[in-house]
T-cell receptor, first 119, second 113 residues
Framework: GDSVTQTEGQVTVSESKSLIINCTYS????????LFWYVRYPGEGLQLLLK?????QKGSSRGFEATYNKETTSFHLQKASVQESDSAVYYC????????????????FGAGTRLAVCP | EAAVTQSPRNKVAVTGGKVTLSCNQT?????MYWYRQDTGHGLRLIHY???????EKGDIPDGYKASRPSQENFSLILELATPSQTSVYFC????????????FGEGTRLSVL
């Protein structure tokens, strides 16, 4: 089956420092899956941060970037300078772009990475 | 504004009791989903629906039922709740088109004692 593996547990970064959260995927039945980063801020629901549906492309939002690398099957999340307000749980996910398979945009998630930004 | 609303936000249930989690969306989306999220695991799909009257099993459907009485509403039902079902549950809705990113609700924290 399909799976997503991301940086485990918690990552602690000082404010204004750079961040990378690793994400790799395995999509056994999907040649080019859609890739997503979702974020859950404290006390809030899950929000889409960014998505990329084309291999080789980069998505960006709120200062975060992620590049779809089909050679290394990776979709790492990066930010050059984090802020305290970025503290949240980040989830990498994939879906099958082909609705003909009956997947109905079902998402397969990684385990989540908690980001703590220290002042 | 697009919205997915879950109720209740928090629930404490007893083992063996019946629990119903409700989800309402105002997005006119065909597809709706129920996921659960546990520490160390990503969100896992329990049931989904592609329209009123339809329900489909996801990856971990055992112990759960779902009901989609209308386009807007999708319920998750635990007929006989067990402590292993203590979790955070997320509902989502999405368009039945390729490359869409489902919209999620705020989650329901369920504790089964």
């Amino acid at each position: 089956g399909d799976s997503v593996t991301q940086t485990e547990g918690q990552v602690t970064v000082s404010e204004s420092k750079s961040l990378i959260i690793n994400c790799t995927y395995s999509a056994t039945s999907i040649a080019y899956p859609n890739l997503f980063w979702y974020v859950r801020y404290p006390g809030e629901g899950l929000q889409l941060l960014l998505k990329v549906i084309t291999a080789g492309q980069k998505g960006s939002s709120r200062g975060f970037e992620a590049t779809y690398n089909k050679e290394t099957t990776s979709f790492h999340l990066q930010k050059a300078s984090v802020q305290e307000s970025d503290s949240a749980v980040y989830y990498c996910a994939l879906s099958d772009p082909l609705l003909l398979s009956g997947s109905f945009n079902k998402l397969t998630f990684g385990a989540g990475t908690r980001l703590a930004v220290c002042p | 504004e697009a919205a997915v609303t879950q109720s209740p936000r928090n629930k404490v249930a007893v083992t063996g009791g019946k629990v119903t989690l409700s989800c309402n969306q105002t997005n006119n989306h065909n597809n709706m989903y129920w996921y659960r999220q546990d520490t160390g695991h990503g969100l896992r799909l329990i049931h989904y629906s592609y329209g009123a009257g339809s329900t489909e099993k996801g990856d971990i459907p055992d112990g759960y039922k779902a009901s989609r009485p209308s386009q807007e509403n999708f319920s998750l039902i635990l007929e006989l709740a067990t402590p292993s079902q203590t979790s955070v549950y997320f509902c989502a809705s999405g368009e039945n088109r390729a490359n869409q990113a489902p919209l999620f609700g705020e989650g329901t924290r369920l504790s089964v004692l």
